[in-house]
């Protein structure tokens, strides 16, 4: 496709970008879910086709899965410039709200109002994200029931297990290789294959300095941690609160609880730890440490996906793939409200929010402000 026959400009698509990074709510699952409502359904810039390789290829690499998603979408017409200029517009405009609110909380000590505030926020965005995954369900899988199989497992052993297996997600595109179009081993086939596997081969590296200390175990965060960014919780919580001692279990949680009040990517979280631990300076070096390596992880095979993409053997190896990627999705979902949804109002919250989304065209910023609203008022009740 030539430049002149492309449907959109790339300033369209980085003005895109910024207004997701700036109201998108909802985490990982709810933000994949507007790019396909938004890119593929609606303005129609992006085929299915790519979307659902840029879902598979953002499964296999290490990293936050919306920002890898936003990145392979700017490469699919405008290569290097467009995957750059697109990610760093979708993650700027989070990355800056969490260093303000970092910080207030240095500056006020803590943020006694934003558990308040997170009691309504964080049931309503259970509700988002339910309702997200249920269209790219029913979009992405339809009634294939090879798929509909994937998906299942693949959600039993998420939730169960609570966590994301990469073994797992390829062995599914393998599984779907092998039913619909038998291998034919090559170097092409060999590459997709292959290159997830040497990305978890294990790295260890001695440094001094704080700063040096946030940027490999970000880096590390951002190299070594599958799924989507609510994946890096837990591997984030063994650095930052058990082993380097940087912040205490309330700091963790208050956290965690910024970045899902905030829009953009849950992984936004890093930046906040960062300046908590190191100023302007650490949050800094924290986000570049974790996005770098996802940029790379997508750019460098994103040329394998599209040239080798329309094939029928990769096609049904990206099919197998995104079936399971989706069912690894829904099953986060399930953690979620198991953690989240603890009694009667959180509960309510969560249902209606769904209802709306599922009924009515409601913008999700006045979902979530309402959901906010009614959180601080029950809490405030209750006490």
Request: hydrophobic share 55%; proline share 5%.
């Amino acid at each position: 496709m030539s430049i002149n026959t492309i449907p959109y400009s790339l300033k369209e698509l980085i003005i895109y970008f910024l207004k997701l990074g700036t109201w998108g709510f909802g985490g990982p699952v709810a933000l994949v879910g507007y790019i396909h409502r938004d890119l593929v359904e609606n303005k129609k810039w992006i085929s299915e086709e790519d979307y659902k390789e840029g879902m598979a290829l953002s499964q296999l690499a290490p990293g936050p899965l919306a920002a890898q998603l936003s990145i392979y979408i700017g490469y699919v017409h405008y290569k290097i410039i467009g995957a750059t200029l697109v990610g760093i517009a979708f993650v700027l405009p989070s990355f800056l709200m969490v260093l303000c609110i970092g910080w207030a909380y240095v500056a006020f000590g803590g943020l006694p109002w934003m558990q308040a505030i997170f009691y309504g926020v964080g049931s309503a965005v259970i509700g988002i994200i339910a309702i997200s995954s249920y269209k790219l369900t029913t979009k992405s899988i339809g009634k294939d029931y090879w798929l509909w199989g994937i998906f299942v497992v693949l959600l039993c052993f998420t939730f169960i297990t609570e966590e994301e297996n990469i073994w797992l997600i390829l062995a599914s595109g393998i599984l779907i290789w092998f039913v619909k179009s038998p291998p034919k081993f090559n170097k092409a086939s060999l590459k997709m294959l292959f290159w997830p596997v040497l990305l978890q081969v294990p790295v260890t590296a001695g440094t001094n300095g704080k700063l040096w200390q946030i940027a490999w175990f970000f880096t590390k965060a951002g190299a070594f941690v599958f799924g989507s960014g609510i994946a890096i919780v837990p591997f984030l919580y063994g650095g930052v609160v058990k082993e380097y001692q940087w912040l205490n279990e309330q700091q963790f949680v208050d956290a965690v609880a910024v970045a899902m009040i905030t829009p953009g990517p849950v992984v936004i979280t890093v930046g906040f730890i960062g300046y908590l631990v190191g100023g302007v300076s650490g949050a800094c070096v924290a986000a570049l440490a974790t996005f770098i390596p996802c940029y790379i992880f997508t750019v460098l095979p994103a040329p394998y996906f599209k040239k080798y993409g329309k094939h029928p053997a990769i096609k049904a190896f990206v099919d197998g793939v995104t079936a399971a990627a989706i069912g690894a999705i829904a099953g986060a979902v399930l953690i979620l409200a198991k953690r989240n949804l603890t009694d009667i109002p959180t509960v309510l919250i969560a249902i209606v929010t769904a209802i709306i989304l599922f009924k009515y065209k409601v913008p999700e910023p006045f979902v979530i402000l309402a959901a906010a609203l009614v959180g601080m008022v029950s809490k405030f009740h209750m006490v």
